[in-house]
């Protein structure tokens, strides 16, 4: 009888026992479809196009997809539900822009969800994450945020990190009123940094501006640093543009600003988790120069970034295998 199954049919056309079947998979996502041919030829001796790379890699990034929907639909997923703990996960997100043939440079946001434990030291001055979930979207917030908290089903003690973006704080004050949330700090200091530039001449006077006001930060006097702001007068048409802006995010924020008391309790206070995750997972595959991706093909290949680098590829070797025995 003739197969019927989509992706059984899909492994009939391309002759692809299941066991290639992932190991294109993998080398889809892992790099370019053109370098994934030469790997397959030099390593197993086959011949497989860049284009049927690419095929068989969006299909199952697409299968991910419809999987992932069913599970928010069902408000179900594969994480257990962990006992009560008083150890902190993270979580954190971010955003960036990756060029789409549809609609050109368009935002992609990742999150990334990780237990304090997993923050080991790996050099004398440096730590790394060792343990990650992520999670990733080309698109809307909404539809990210659903993703995002798929991530954070049955864990407690939760922190969460991320830039001033309004609607990411009003969806964590919602639906995680006891956790913690913090300001990024680099990007607060990023903003004095600017606001500094456009009222000093005099460079070491702009640096010991800016360390006083840091000094400040970490004794949990925001407001003072919000009044030191304004003290500034006579200033140009842009540094007072500039000014009433960092006043609105100081402002929105100060409760997330209290760098002396997370840094007291030993949490972490920076970004750098999750823009080490977009170069990991997004921008050393999705990002390589002259590379033209349609909106549907980044977040296919996305979903499969996110599954490997989330210790998960067992998800795609139970789905290829799945189609062996359907077919």
Not at 3 to 24: D, L, W
Not at 173 to 187: E, F, G, R, V
Not at 317 to 326: C, D, E, F, T
Request: aromatic share 12%.
């Amino acid at each position: 009888m003739p197969n019927k199954h989509p992706i059984g049919q899909m492994a009939n056309n391309f002759r692809m026992t299941s066991y290639c079947q992932e190991q294109v998979c993998y080398l889809g996502q892992n790099e370019t479809f053109e370098e994934g041919s030469e790997t397959v030829k030099r390593f197993m001796g086959i011949e497989i196009s860049n284009k049927q790379i690419q095929r068989v890699s969006e299909y199952y990034g697409r299968c991910l997809e419809e999987t992932m929907k069913a599970s928010i639909a069902e408000d179900a997923w594969e994480y257990k539900k962990e006992e009560e703990s008083s150890e902190i996960t993270y979580g954190m997100t971010d955003g960036s822009m990756v060029f789409t043939k549809e609609e050109g440079w368009k935002e992609i946001k990742v999150g990334r969800v990780f237990k304090s434990s997993e923050n080991i030291p790996v050099s004398e001055k440096r730590n790394g994450i060792q343990t990650s979930n992520y999670c990733a979207y080309l698109g809307g917030y909404e539809a990210f945020l659903e993703r995002f908290e798929l991530l954070l089903k049955g864990r407690d003690n939760l922190v969460f990190i991320a830039d001033g973006a309004k609607w990411f704080w009003e969806w964590v004050t919602i639906y995680y009123p006891q956790a913690t949330q913090i300001l990024d700090y680099y990007h607060g200091k990023e903003y004095l940094c600017q606001f500094a530039a456009l009222v000093f001449k005099d460079v070491r006077q702009k640096e010991k501006w800016i360390q006083h006001q840091e000094k400040l930060l970490f004794k949990d006097k925001i407001e003072k640093v919000i009044a030191s702001i304004n003290t500034f007068t006579g200033l140009t048409d842009e540094a007072l543009t500039f000014q009433q802006k960092i006043n609105t995010y100081y402002e929105n924020n100060k409760t997330r600003m209290l760098y002396g008391t997370y840094s007291r309790k030993g949490l972490l206070i920076g970004s750098g988790p999750i823009e080490s995750a977009h170069r990991n997972v997004i921008q050393k595959r999705l990002k390589l120069s002259g590379q033209r991706w349609s909106a549907s093909g980044v977040q296919q290949i996305a979903n499969l970034r996110v599954v490997h680098k989330s210790n998960e590829w067992n998800k795609v070797v139970n789905m290829i295998q799945s189609v062996k025995i359907a077919a």
